[in-house]
């Protein structure tokens, strides 16, 4: 899969989850994928403080994106 098909990918899993995210008044951005490997994401809005994000980011998001791209091993957000 070359760089530009795994962003499109990415970017795909995200708008899936967006909705999720956008009901309880969160939404997420692609900040970069490094190594073609490990995604690199801002969790904004809501999302930002709420007690369960990192459960949201791996149980939602991680595995969504996952779905789409294979062969992404972690999801990190950064703040």
């Given at each position: 899969?070359?760089?530009?098909?795994?962003?499109?990918?990415?970017?795909?899993?995200?708008?899936?989850?967006?909705?999720?995210l956008?009901?309880?008044?969160?939404?997420?951005?692609?900040?970069?994928?490094?190594d073609?490997?490990?995604?690199?994401?801002?969790l904004?809005?809501?999302?930002?403080?709420?007690?369960?994000?990192?459960?949201?980011?791996?149980?939602?998001?991680?595995?969504?994106?996952k779905?789409?791209?294979?062969?992404?091993?972690?999801?990190?957000?950064?703040?």
């Amino acid at each position: 899969m070359t760089t530009e098909e795994l962003t499109i990918n990415v970017l795909k899993a995200l708008d899936d989850v967006r909705p999720f995210l956008n009901s309880d008044g969160g939404d997420i951005q692609l900040v970069s994928i490094e190594d073609g490997k490990h995604v690199i994401v801002r969790l904004q809005g809501a999302c930002t403080n709420c007690s369960v994000n990192q459960m949201t980011l791996k149980a939602g998001v991680e595995t969504t994106i996952k779905k789409y791209a294979p062969q992404i091993e972690t999801v990190v957000n950064i703040e």
